[in-house]
């Protein structure tokens, strides 16, 4: 198996990876596909290539390489966190591997365990079990793990995946009272460089303020160097990936940072949650760059958990309340905000856009998944629904696309 060429890690989809989707937002980080032969519309019954029973419920979101399809699944009843294996055409499972956790972290009730996705390279698959972090190679053999991190406590729990990029791999080990961005040689896992961040409560009454992030770094070439965004909590920021030293800063974010930062035409797109701010930011400053680098500024904006994608100068999202919105890239500007509804029981969406082409997809918790037209004049394409519910993201792969429900694993294709 061949690792992700380097032109997928700093942005470019390649189609050499087109049949991979090997992490929560895609080859490349961003939600975006090269292919665009996907299925428009599809059902419960309809367009359905295989669905099989998963043994508990879950939020991650499915990776694909090659033949192979990788789920984190959390067992409850028997205190398991596994990664599974699944045969792309037919949907059997392969394999499982995974640890016992008698002395579970703390979450929420709508936050089950292993709600982090995997990470593949094509030779190594690399989890996030919350407190732990394990790699194994594609025939579910262990090849080393990281126990030795402390615990998450956090009273709506963890959700961060790991991140490859090139050599290293990048986790952000929070929220909770300690939250540490580290970063791994993914052969070994031994700890290259790691940066801590301010804590916040865990869920004790009369604690430390609520503040948290849940969201992933994503490293791209900006100028002459790279840089590694990360949103925390009051601000975005940019790492050295290779040894973790700080190159910029920007104020303005809130107190929660739930969905990940975007990168185009040299900006970094960053927005919190729970009716929290939005920014965005020019890359490739140095120090404190809020009074030179910063492009736009909105207070409050609506409460979003899914992570958008950027095409030709918008910004797309499904917001957490069920609406499709558009924003100017340049200004910040709402360009429209519709309310996607459909049979299913709720319009609430955690899930995060995908494009294919000029079009969007997303699904939210009743199960209804929406395509709409990537373009500032809004227009809805297909509503389709399988019954079932859904918190994790799509994943494509050869035309198909894998949606991880409540009860099933989904393979949709023409």
């Not at 998963?54 to 979101?61: A, E, F, I, V, Y």
């Not at 929420?108 to 593949?120: F, I, L």
């Not at 406590?153 to 952000?172: D, K, L």
């Given at each position: 198996?061949?690792?992700?060429?380097?032109?997928?890690?700093?942005?470019?989809?390649?189609?050499?990876?087109?049949?991979n989707?090997p992490?929560?937002?895609?080859?490349?980080?961003?939600?975006?596909?090269?292919?665009?032969?996907?299925p428009?519309?599809?059902?419960?019954?309809?367009?359905?290539?295989?669905?099989?029973p998963?043994?508990?419920?879950?939020?991650?979101?499915?990776?694909?390489?090659?033949?192979?399809?990788?789920?984190?699944?959390a067992?409850?009843?028997?205190?398991r966190?596994?990664?599974?294996?699944?045969?792309?055409?037919?949907?059997k499972?392969?394999w499982a591997?995974?640890?016992?956790?008698?002395?579970?972290?703390p979450?929420?009730?709508?936050?089950?365990?292993?709600?982090?996705?995997?990470?593949?390279?094509?030779?190594?698959?690399?989890?996030?079990?919350?407190?732990?972090?394990?790699?194994?190679?594609?025939d579910?053999?262990?090849?080393?793990?990281?126990d030795?991190?402390?615990?998450?406590?956090?009273?709506?729990?963890?959700?961060?995946?790991?991140?490859?990029?090139g050599?290293?791999?990048?986790?952000?080990?929070?929220?909770?009272?300690?939250?540490?961005?580290?970063?791994?040689?993914?052969?070994?896992?031994?700890?290259?460089?790691?940066?801590?961040?301010?804590?916040?409560?865990?869920?004790?009454?009369?604690?430390?303020?609520?503040?948290?992030?849940?969201?992933?770094?994503?490293?791209?070439?900006v100028?002459?160097?790279?840089?590694?965004?990360?949103?925390?909590?009051?601000?975005?920021?940019a790492?050295?990936?290779?040894?973790?030293?700080?190159?910029?800063?920007?104020?303005?974010?809130?107190?929660l940072?739930?969905?990940?930062?975007?990168?185009?035409?040299?900006?970094?797109?960053?927005?919190?949650?729970?009716?929290?701010?939005?920014?965005?930011?020019?890359?490739?400053?140095?120090?404190?760059?809020?009074?030179?680098?910063?492009?736009?500024?909105?207070?409050?904006?609506?409460?979003?958990?899914?992570?958008?994608?950027?095409?030709?100068?918008?910004?797309?999202?499904?917001?957490?309340?069920?609406?499709?919105?558009?924003?100017?890239?340049?200004?910040?500007?709402?360009?429209?905000?519709?309310?996607?509804?459909?049979?299913?029981?709720?319009?609430?969406?955690?899930?995060?856009?995908?494009?294919?082409?000029d079009?969007?997809?997303?699904?939210?918790?009743?199960?209804?998944?929406?395509?709409?037209?990537?373009?500032?004049?809004?227009?809805?394409?297909?509503?389709?629904s399988?019954?079932?519910?859904?918190?994790?993201?799509?994943?494509?792969?050869?035309?198909?696309?894998?949606?991880?429900?409540?009860?099933?694993?989904?393979?949709?294709?023409?």
């Amino acid at each position: 198996m061949r690792a992700l060429p380097l032109l997928a890690v700093f942005g470019i989809a390649a189609p050499l990876s087109a049949a991979n989707w090997p992490a929560w937002r895609g080859p490349a980080h961003d939600g975006v596909t090269v292919e665009t032969d996907l299925p428009l519309r599809w059902g419960a019954t309809e367009n359905v290539k295989w669905k099989v029973p998963l043994p508990d419920r879950g939020n991650s979101t499915p990776v694909v390489w090659g033949e192979r399809v990788f789920l984190t699944q959390a067992i409850e009843r028997e205190q398991r966190r596994t990664l599974m294996c699944f045969e792309k055409r037919t949907g059997k499972l392969l394999w499982a591997a995974g640890i016992t956790c008698k002395d579970a972290e703390p979450t929420h009730a709508t936050n089950p365990y292993c709600s982090a996705s995997p990470a593949t390279d094509g030779e190594r698959v690399i989890v996030s079990y919350g407190s732990a972090v394990f790699c194994y190679d594609l025939d579910g053999r262990e090849l080393w793990r990281r126990d030795d991190l402390g615990v998450q406590r956090q009273i709506w729990g963890n959700g961060a995946s790991p991140v490859i990029a090139g050599e290293r791999v990048f986790f952000n080990f929070g929220p909770g009272e300690k939250t540490v961005l580290y970063c791994f040689d993914k052969k070994t896992g031994r700890t290259l460089w790691s940066h801590a961040e301010p804590g916040g409560n865990f869920g004790e009454a009369g604690g430390k303020a609520w503040l948290g992030s849940w969201n992933d770094p994503l490293q791209r070439r900006v100028g002459s160097r790279d840089e590694l965004f990360m949103h925390w909590p009051g601000r975005v920021c940019a790492y050295d990936p290779a040894t973790g030293r700080e190159l910029w800063t920007c104020d303005g974010l809130t107190a929660l940072a739930y969905n990940s930062p975007l990168f185009s035409d040299g900006v970094v797109v960053a927005m919190g949650g729970f009716n929290g701010a939005a920014l965005a930011v020019r890359a490739g400053g140095n120090g404190n760059v809020t009074a030179t680098h910063r492009v736009w500024h909105l207070p409050k904006v609506t409460q979003r958990i899914g992570t958008g994608v950027v095409h030709e100068g918008h910004h797309y999202l499904l917001a957490d309340g069920g609406t499709a919105e558009c924003r100017d890239l340049k200004t910040g500007a709402l360009v429209y905000s519709e309310r996607l509804k459909g049979p299913g029981a709720t319009a609430q969406n955690w899930s995060s856009v995908v494009r294919s082409g000029d079009r969007l997809y997303a699904v939210n918790q009743g199960g209804d998944a929406f395509v709409w037209r990537a373009s500032p004049k809004f227009e809805l394409l297909a509503t389709n629904s399988i019954g079932e519910k859904v918190i994790g993201s799509m994943a494509v792969s050869d035309g198909l696309i894998f949606i991880r429900g409540y009860r099933n694993l989904w393979c949709i294709g023409k």
